[in-house]
């Protein structure tokens, strides 16, 4: 069984940074790819940006160039560190570990950006 927790979420002015991590409960974290997807209200979740095993990253089009996604496989860790924050960046914030079929999610973190 897979646990993440997402952390980092809060309220932020336009403009503004927030950094987002998530702790994986897992063995064998390094396998599994990352991502971080998000759900605003009246919306579907979409991909926000993952990354691989290999460190290869993939970043939805409006996310690329504002957003980056890392990870830490000795602590187990991924995190989002999000720039240039917008009020259209609000969202519910989810951390996912993939692995084949296998598919696993956070709670979910709020993360609110003020015009």
């Known amino acids: 069984q897979v646990q993440l927790v997402e952390s980092g979420g809060g309220l932020v002015r336009s403009g503004g940074s927030l950094r987002l991590s998530c702790a994986a409960s897992v063995s064998n974290f390094k396998i599994y790819t990352m991502g971080w997807y998000r759900q605003a209200p009246g919306k579907q979740r979409e991909l926000v940006a993952s990354i691989r095993i290999d460190g290869t990253t993939n970043y939805a089009d409006s996310m690329r160039g504002r957003f980056t996604i890392s990870r830490d496989n000795a602590k187990n860790t991924v995190n989002l560190q999000m720039n240039s924050l917008q009020p259209e960046d609000t969202a519910v914030y989810y951390c996912?570990?993939?692995?084949?079929?296998?598919?696993?999610w956070g709670q979910g973190t709020q993360v609110t950006v003020s015009s």
């Open positions: 996912n570990a993939k692995l084949g079929i296998f598919n696993y």
